[in-house]
């Protein structure tokens, strides 16, 4: 069973940054493409970013595009996604997820690609 854990969410001004940190469990993490998702109050959890197993191809929703950065270290089974900028319409809880294929070297931007998901970090972001 793979297990996801999010961290780094917290309060922060518009403007400011955070880095959310997902750590896997289970020894394939280095084989499966990983996403991150939000979800705000009332909304439907939509694509933020998303690697892939090699980490060769990175995509980003244009809501987000060069404000936050995803990365991945494989040797740590951890994936990251740094905030810059941010910005009020930022608030949500974040969620990362892992692919569900072996070795895709597609991008992944729906949630129906993922199998497993994080519990969620709160992310909010005042104005």
């Known amino acids: 069973q793979v297990q996801l854990v999010e961290s780094g969410g917290g309060l922060v001004q518009a403007g400011g940054s955070l880095r959310l940190s997902c750590a896997a469990s289970?020894?394939?993490?280095?084989?499966?493409?990983m996403g991150w998702f939000r979800q705000a109050p009332g909304k439907d959890r939509e694509f933020v970013a998303a690697?892939?197993?090699?980490?060769?191809?990175?995509a980003y929703a244009d809501s987000v595009k060069g404000r936050f950065t995803i990365s991945r270290d494989n040797a740590k089974n951890t994936v990251y996604l740094q905030m810059n900028s941010l910005k009020p319409e930022d608030t949500a809880v974040y969620y990362c997820?892992?692919?569900?294929?072996?070795?895709?070297?597609?991008?992944?931007?729906?949630?129906?690609?993922?199998?497993?998901w994080g519990q969620g970090t709160q992310v909010t972001v005042s104005s």
């Open positions: 289970g020894r394939t993490f280095s084989s499966y493409a």
């Open positions: 997820a892992r692919g569900n294929s072996m070795y895709n070297s597609g991008i992944r931007y729906g949630s129906g690609e993922y199998d497993y």
């Open positions: 690697i892939t197993w090699s980490g060769s191809s990175i």
